[in-house]
């Protein structure tokens, strides 16, 4: 059973949801929120003896330490709850916490104090929640750096302190847990750029409250329930014709592999037929490893393909560039990669001519690449990926997926969606290859461009992630081992979704009617 895309939020969702549930909420939403954390504490501890140290700040997120505090010691567990803030600059509802979990027996004290012998059971941050957007300074930042030095299990509140949870920007002294729990529902920064570094298993408490129907989502968490409607079975009387016929455009002088990658990509993923292409004119005649990839020079390729990918070991000199803007001509789907990406980066007329594609277009670039094409550097990239992603296919009409820890897919039309499969095993050479030909191999069957490209970068990091349960990473994965791994996983999803609709099949098949004995 494919379980459903979680929804993402930026904090200024989050806050339009508050603001809507807020003046009725009952319970309220910080009562909920710190019972919800205490209920994940309790599960972190249940093993481990000894007092929970809370550190609460001077906000909001304080306040939800101080229930979280009121609930753990009423469930008798030793609690010490360090506060240094005003608690007449408290904000109402975090002041009646406060308030709450004195009236309970609680007491405060100003400064961390020393670990016990046995050392903490927790450590809690409640200090900043998804609102800052500072350096965190001065006592607060001594706080974080103490917490980030016990060895015990290290838990967060919404966002860890110091992580801008839109962006995944650490912004200075930033707590690094090893567990988060967030409310509501999932932030961008979470997931992407230094965010899952940061923030350790991620548990959401949605709080009883059902996001999206007080505000659609825009954004999501990938999961294959994305994807499911394409899995379906081939039908018994197939041919290679039905399953399409991709093209590699690449492999200049010295990068012959990288097409090969990307070809051997597309076939193991079930494409009919795949041709590369390779600038190379002492390349390869044939493939002896793969001898089913149909090796071609670049200016051989066939006329009739059904999906084309360039970029992979293309290399920028002039022979490149007429070669791209060929392909940018011609009237079938695309995928963009590497060299390609760089040549548009720096050419205005093939960026007017991307922007004016009818048929579906898909970018893969990693963060310098994007910024070649946005005209910014690789730092401006990183502090706004979903930025960056979502500027990219506004300004080219196409689908772009910014590579990277929290791959970000964005379309168009704003909507964009957050990848969690794979781990830094991946940083390796070839694997953007592997990608762009899982892309072409799907498009070339008939695939959608979105669920292509959504389904292509979620199963490249499942894949991964399989072999690093067998020992295959992440030191020393190869881009080449991905490739079959992901053939194994795309079939076992096929497997999952087919069983699926057979119980689907069962239930709508029984009687509409059911006679009974009279």
Sequence with gaps: ??????????????????????????????????????????????????????????????????????QLAQAGREVQVAFAADVQNLPAEAAKAYTDYLAAGGQTISDLPAAPAQGWALVVDAIFGIGLKRQIEGRYAGWLQTLNAQPSPRMALDVPSGLDADTGQPLGTTFRATHTTTFISLKPGL????????????????????????????GHAITPALFRNQLVRRPRNSHKGLYGDAGILGGNAGMVGAALLAGRAAQWLGTGRVYVGLLDPNGPAVDFSHPELMLRRAA????????????????????????????????????????????IGTDAALQSQLAARRMPTVLTPHPAEAGRMLGIGTAAVQSDRLRAALDIARR?????????????IAAPDGRWFINTSGHPGMASAGMGDVLTGLVAGLLAQGWPAESALITAVHLHGAAADRLAREGIGPAGLSASETIVAARGVFNGWLVEA????????????RPLITLGKH
């Design 300 to 343: 051989q390729l066939p006329e009739r393909l059904s999906a084309l990918a360039v970029g992979p070991g293309l290399g920028t000199d002039a022979t490149a560039a007429a070669q791209l803007a060929a392909a940018l001509a011609r009237d079938i789907p695309l995928v963009l990669d590497a060299d390609a990406l760089n040549l």
């Design 396 to 408: 080219y009409h196409a689908l772009a997926v910014l590579k990277g820890c929290g791959s970000i």
């Design 191 to 218: 997931l992407t750029n230094d965010g899952p570094d940061y923030c350790g298993d991620i548990s959401v408490q949605r709080l009883d409250i059902d996001a999206p129907a007080w505000l659609p989502a825009v």
């Design 498 to 509: 087919q069983q699926d609709a057979n119980r689907d099949v069962q239930r709508d098949s």
């Design 1 to 70: 059973m494919f379980l459903s895309a979680l929804p993402i939020y930026p904090v200024a969702g989050i806050r339009e949801i508050e603001g809507k549930l807020i003046p009725s909420a009952r319970p309220p939403l910080m009562e909920r929120a710190g019972r919800a954390a205490a209920e994940d504490a309790v599960r972190l501890v249940m093993d481990r003896p000894g007092p929970i140290l809370i550190a609460c700040g001077p906000g909001n997120n304080g306040g939800d330490g101080f229930v979280m505090a009121r």
